[in-house]
Every structure is written in C-alpha cells, then in structure tokens.
C-alpha cells in the first residue's frame, strides 16, 4: 500500500527542482489561507451575518405587528419604519403571492434568512430575491388579502468585513508567494548551470571557465565538477600527444620502409609489403581519429539533408541509393557528423553491393537509415560492435582490414550530440544502421 501511495506521489510531483520547492512553500501558505478561512467563516462571519439577520426579521415582525394594531395610523407607522429603520415598505393587495423562491446554493446569505423568516413567519409565509438588486434584496410577507414587500439594503444583511478580510488575507499570501519564486529561482539558478555544464561537457562541447556560486553544498559540487573537468581534460590532451607522437615515430620508418620497397625488383613481393604499410598507415589514421579531441569544433546550425547529398555525391557509387527529405536544419558539430556517416557508409560498402540511404523527420527526432544487402550481424552482437577494437569475423569478409574503431568513433559522435545508433534486420536482408538525432 505504502509503495503504491510513493509511487503515485511521484508520479504526481513536477520533475523539475524549481517546481518541487515552489510546492514546498506554495502548499503550507494555501493550506493555512484556507483554515483561517474556515475559521474566519464559522467563527466570525457567519455568526455576525446571523445576528445581523435576525434583528432585521424582527424589525419587520415589529413592523407587521404595530402595522396590526388599529389605534395606530397605517401610512405613519410605515414612513416611521421607512425613515428609522432604512426599510424601502409597500404593501401590495394582491392575493396572488407566490412563495416560492430560487435559493442559491453556498449562500449564506440566502440560508441564513430563510431560516429566521421560517421561524417567524412560518413556511409559506414569505418570498425572498437576492439577485434581483445589485445593492438590495427584495423581501415579501404575506399578510391578509396581500403582501408586505420589503426593500432591504444588503450591507444591513452581511457584513463587509469578508471583503476586508480576504484582502488581508490574499494580498500578503501573494506577495509571499512572489517574494519565494525569486528566492527560489536565485537558489535553483546555480543547480541549472551546473545541470548545463555538465551535460554539454557530456556532449564533447567546450566548456567556458564555470564559476560555482548558490548554497555550500552548490558550490562544492561545481568546484569537484571543475576539478573533474579539469582532470580529463588533461587525460584527454596527454592520450592524443602520446598517441601522435607514436604515429609520428611509426611513419618515419614506415615512410624509409617505402622507399625501399622502390628498389625491389621483385614487383609482387614488393606489391605485397606496400599494402601491408598501407594497412597500417590506416590503422595508425584510424587510432588517431578515435582518439582525437572534439571540444575544437563549435556547434553551428547546417542542413543535414545537403550534407547527406554532399556525403553520397562524393562516393560516386551507382550501387548507393537514396530518399532524402529536403530542408532539414540541425544545430551541431558539422565535420563530426560528417565523419559519423562517413564511417558507417564505408562500413556498409565493404560488405554489400547495395546501400540505402534517407533521412526523414518525425516528431522531434532526425531519422538517418542506412540500410545495405549484406550477410549482416548476428543480434547478440548489436552492442558489441560499437565497442573500440571489436571485430567480428564471422559471416563478414576480411579480405579489407579494420581496426575495428568506425562504428565506435559513429556512436561516439552520435551520443555527443544527445542521439543514439541502433541496429537491426534491413529490409533487404542486411544490416540496417538507424540513426535518432533529436530536431
């Protein structure tokens, strides 16, 4: 029972820090308006609108009873009431007297004199209208062949104290309220540029010199994010000088080794041994590329369907097929992207003789799907391909040599860009690549 009450308190509760507080705060004021409202009604306002009432019905039971008596002039009797008393009084010979009136419900004005004019009077003895006058109610008593009728000013009935009291009341819980969404909005700030640095360091972005600022506890967080920024940052820019250096050492004798290769006579041993040196020329490009640092380039907004065409046009391969949408923009790092497709094309054409390539819009995500007529990956495998140096020799020529790192690189930039890479059976029997981007 407890876990299903947790459970749909969550579900109920706004995701955001800001609305969580605002709700903390918000809640407790609402609450207490609303008892001292309660209390205010019962205790205070409906008793003094009931005493207020009670005396005006028995003005008028004063009124009929005098009016009764025969040593007293009628018309006197009634400017005397009118005057004094601030009772509008005119006595209507109709026998037609219609008791029956609309009362309004939650109204206590309307319980209220209902309920004094029924014990004086009796049921069926008088008639009452609320809402027909904007600054009077119109009471009616029946009395002999006729009916008294009684224009009665409303502030004689309820007292305007409400109306007073609801300002007080609403006026310093609004300006309470207000006073916390800047308090609140000053302390989530720092959280919200913290939540933002480190999503677009997540990102591969550049990440500008951040400043911690908010509450302790803020603050040691950003200054640990920082350190930890900080930290790989170095990582990073170590692992690529290292690996550049080693690339440096590797073609200087890479480079000797060709030359000499020049002065053997013998044509296919020489082919041989230069496409050994080819190879690992691509090998040490490749490890370069996986380890070379994303933070250089600035997002900027580009149309990905002029970069899918520019990508194919320069294959210049009659076995790629395409259907792409026109026009659709995407704010990114444009030469990454660029290499990610790049690197999934070239895998695709290494193991099909057809590829298919478009690229569509729904909702709030990109779709990029490369699809080819190749033997395929096994399903087991979808995620291990993506890992660097993975390899799979079943089903898949090897006769051209991989690292194993041009899906791992694809995946990398796709993720930097908040997307995802999945894979799957392709409608022509092969592997279909399926890229989300979000629009």
Known sequence: MFYGLSKFVKDILPKR?????LLIVAVPVIVLQLVITIVFFDSLWIKTNKGMTKAVVNEINTFIEVYSDEIYEKDEITNLF????????????????????????????????????????????????TTGY???????????????????????????????????????????????????????????????AAEKFGRGEEVEEFKPSGASEI?????????????????????????????????????????QIAFIKDKNSANKLSEDINEMEKMLNEYLQFTSSSHI???????????????????????????????????????????????????????????????????????????????????KEYNNVFKPFYKINKGRADSKSSVGLGLSIASDIIRSHGGNIKLSKSSMNGLEVKIFLPF
Do not use: C
């Open 17 to 21: 820090l800001f609305y969580r507080a």
């Open 82 to 129: 009118s005057i004094y008393q601030d009772l509008n009084i005119e006595y209507i010979n109709d026998e037609n007297f219609d008791y029956y009136y609309d009362e309004r419900w939650f109204s206590p004005i309307d319980r209220t004199l209902r309920r004094e004019l029924k014990s004086k009077f009796g049921t069926g003895k008088f008639w009452i209208d």
């Open 134 to 196: 904007k600054e009077l109610i119109d009471l009616r008593i029946k009395y002999k062949s006729g009916y008294f009728k009684f224009l009665i000013p409303r502030d004689r009935l309820t007292s305007s104290s409400a109306r007073i009291f609801a300002l007080w009341i609403t006026v310093p819980a609004i300006i309470m309220i207000f006073i916390s969404l800047i308090f609140l909005k000053n302390q989530t700030r720092p959280i919200t540029n913290l939540a933002k």
């Open 219 to 259: 603050r040691q967080a950003g200054y640990e994010f920082d350190r930890m920024r900080k930290r790989i940052i170095r990582h990073l820019n170590q692992r690529s000088e290292m690996l550049s250096g080693i690339s440096h050492d590797l073609r200087t004798p890479l480079t000797r080794m060709k030359l």
């Open 297 to 379: 380039e600035k997002d900027e907004q580009f149309d990905l369907s002029n970069l899918l065409n520019d990508v194919i046009k320069k294959y210049n391969n009659q076995n790629i097929s395409s259907d792409i949408s026109p026009r659709l923009y995407f704010s990114g790092r444009k030469n990454l992207i660029k290499r990610s497709i790049n690197n999934l094309i070239d895998n695709a054409l290494k193991y099909a003789k057809k590829v298919n390539i478009n690229i569509t819009k729904s909702n709030n995500n990109i779709f990029i799907t490369i699809e080819d007529d190749g033997p395929g990956i096994p399903e």
